[in-house]
């Protein structure tokens, strides 16, 4: 997109070239009922997230086109129900994680984002029950474990200095607490089974 601000002023383009990037991957999950609307709110949902599976997956197709972690748990709930578990995934939530935030950085810098990587690495092993995935990932796992178990107060809740949920909680610091707290239970159950 192009926007000309000043009055008057144009733009002439000798040619435009645009690179459209695909990835064949069959759709093995469906959802059908009896609104239209609701079906079609799905296949629109279900098309974005196929076009975010790029290089890795992606967080907009449109906008931003990073992978951000604190968006990968949901994408990856998609993923693996409507395309099951492709290698662009596995590698996304594996390689790339790893080499791009290693240990002690948080990923994409917040702490809360590596919770939500280990939520959606568990899933995935839920999901697959591929326990190559998980070796891959042990020894990343038994390190964020461990710094993550610096959070834990002596009262048993747990809490980050500036912990980020969302942009509609972003001030409110009671509900970052116990929605950081709640994160921290839900992981360590998760990573629990995955022991």
Same mark, same amino acid.
């Given at each position: 997109?192009?926007?000309? @601000?000043?009055?008057?002023?144009?733009?002439?383009?000798?040619? @435009?070239?645009?690179?459209? *990037?695909?990835?064949?991957? #069959?759709? @093995?999950?469906?959802? =059908?009922?009896?609104?239209?609307? $609701?079906?079609? %709110?799905?296949? %629109?949902?279900?098309?974005?997230?196929? $076009? *975010?599976?790029?290089?890795?997956?992606?967080?907009?197709? =449109?906008?931003?086109?990073?992978?951000?972690?604190?968006? %990968?748990?949901? &994408?990856?709930?998609? *993923?693996?129900?409507?395309?099951?578990? #492709?290698?662009?995934?596995?590698? *996304?939530?594996?390689?790339?994680?790893?080499?791009?935030? #290693?240990?002690?950085?948080?990923?994409? /810098?917040?702490?809360?984002?590596?919770?939500?990587?280990?939520?959606?690495?568990?899933?995935?092993?839920?999901?697959?029950?591929?326990?190559?995935?998980? =070796?891959? &990932?042990?020894?990343? %796992? =038994?390190?964020?474990?461990? &710094?993550?178990?610096?959070?834990? /107060?002596?009262?048993?809740?747990?809490?980050?200095?500036? #912990?980020? $949920?969302?942009?509609?909680?972003?001030?409110?610091?009671?509900?970052?607490?116990? /929605?950081?707290? !709640?994160?921290? @239970?839900?992981?360590?159950?998760?990573?629990?089974?995955? !022991?």
């Amino acid at each position: 997109r192009l926007d000309l @601000v000043d009055e008057g002023t144009a733009v002439n383009f000798d040619s @435009v070239r645009a690179v459209f *990037t695909y990835r064949d991957l #069959p759709w @093995v999950g469906s959802f =059908k009922s009896s609104d239209e609307r $609701l079906n079609d %709110i799905w296949k %629109i949902a279900a098309h974005t997230q196929h $076009l *975010t599976m790029q290089g890795f997956v992606f967080e907009g197709a =449109k906008r931003d086109r990073l992978i951000w972690y604190g968006d %990968i748990h949901p &994408q990856t709930m998609t *993923t693996l129900h409507v395309f099951g578990a #492709p290698q662009v995934l596995r590698d *996304t939530l594996g390689l790339a994680a790893r080499e791009t935030w #290693p240990l002690p950085k948080w990923m994409n /810098g917040m702490p809360n984002y590596s919770l939500w990587w280990l939520m959606s690495v568990g899933d995935l092993y839920r999901y697959t029950g591929n326990v190559d995935d998980l =070796k891959e &990932q042990h020894q990343y %796992i =038994k390190g964020l474990m461990a &710094q993550l178990e610096k959070y834990v /107060g002596e009262n048993g809740c747990a809490a980050f200095e500036n #912990p980020f $949920l969302d942009w509609p909680t972003a001030d409110n610091r009671p509900a970052l607490d116990a /929605g950081t707290h !709640a994160m921290f @239970v839900m992981t360590f159950e998760r990573v629990a089974e995955l !022991a």
